[in-house]
C-alpha cells in the first residue's frame, strides 16, 4: 500500500469525540464483580472457552485492587465488561428475571470501549467481540449476534489464527476455538438458544 493516498503508513483515525472515556465508565462494586466473574467461569467458560482463566483472573484481581495499569487498559476493560454482560444474562435466565435484555449495562460499556480502539486487532478484541456475540444470541438478537461473532472471525484472521500463528498467544487463541468447535458440536442436537452451538460453530469454521 506503499504512496496510495488512502493508506498513509502510521496514521491512525482521530478518536470519536462523544465516546465516553474509560475513566467515565464506572466499575460495579467488588462483591457483584465478583459474583459475575464466578458466575461466567463456573456456567459459560466451558461452552466457550475464548478466555485465558489465569491471566484473565490476574487482571481481573489487580483491577478490583485498583492498580492504575490495569484500569488504563482499554482492551482488557472492553473483555471485563463482556464478560459481566454475558453472565448477568445467565443470572436473570437462572432467576427467571423477565428482562429483555439483561446486562444491557454492561454490553454498553464493552462496545464503547472497542469502538474507542482504533488501533489493530489483538487478542482481547477477538474475545470482546466472541463474547458479545453469545450474550446477544442469548437475547435472541441474532442479527447483532451474527455481527460480532463475525467480527471475532475477521479479527482473528487478521492476527493469523486460521493459519496456526507463529505467536504463542495466537496458538492458544487456535487452540481454544478448536475445543470450542468440538463442544458445540457435541451438544449441536439440543438446539437450546441460550447456548448457541452453531454460532461457535461458525466461529471456529471459518
Known sequence: MAGHPFFIP????????????????????????????????????????VLYKNQFLNKYRDLVDGADQVRADVRFLAVFY????????????DGGVQSLSPGIEHFEKAALLQLSLNDDA???QIQCFALLSQ?????????QAWKYAGQA????????????????????????FYIARKVAERNQQSRRRNEQPSLVECLCSR
Request: proline residues 6%; aromatic residues 6%; positive net charge.
Open 10 to 49: 502510521g496514521l491512525q483515525g482521530a478518536r470519536l469525540p462523544f465516546l465516553p472515556t474509560r475513566e467515565q465508565l464506572d466499575i460495579p462494586p467488588s462483591y457483584m464483580s465478583n459474583l459475575l466473574v464466578t458466575v461466567y467461569f463456573d456456567k459459560l467458560h466451558y461452552a466457550l472457552p
Open 82 to 93: 463482556a464478560v459481566c454482560a454475558c453472565a448477568t444474562s445467565l443470572l436473570a435466565r
Open 122 to 124: 489483538s487478542i482481547e
Open 135 to 143: 450474550c446477544t444470541a442469548s437475547w435472541n438478537s441474532l442479527g
Open 153 to 176: 472471525v475477521r479479527s482473528a484472521i487478521d492476527l493469523g489464527c486460521h493459519v496456526g500463528g507463529r505467536v504463542c498467544a495466537i496458538k492458544c487463541v487456535s487452540a481454544d
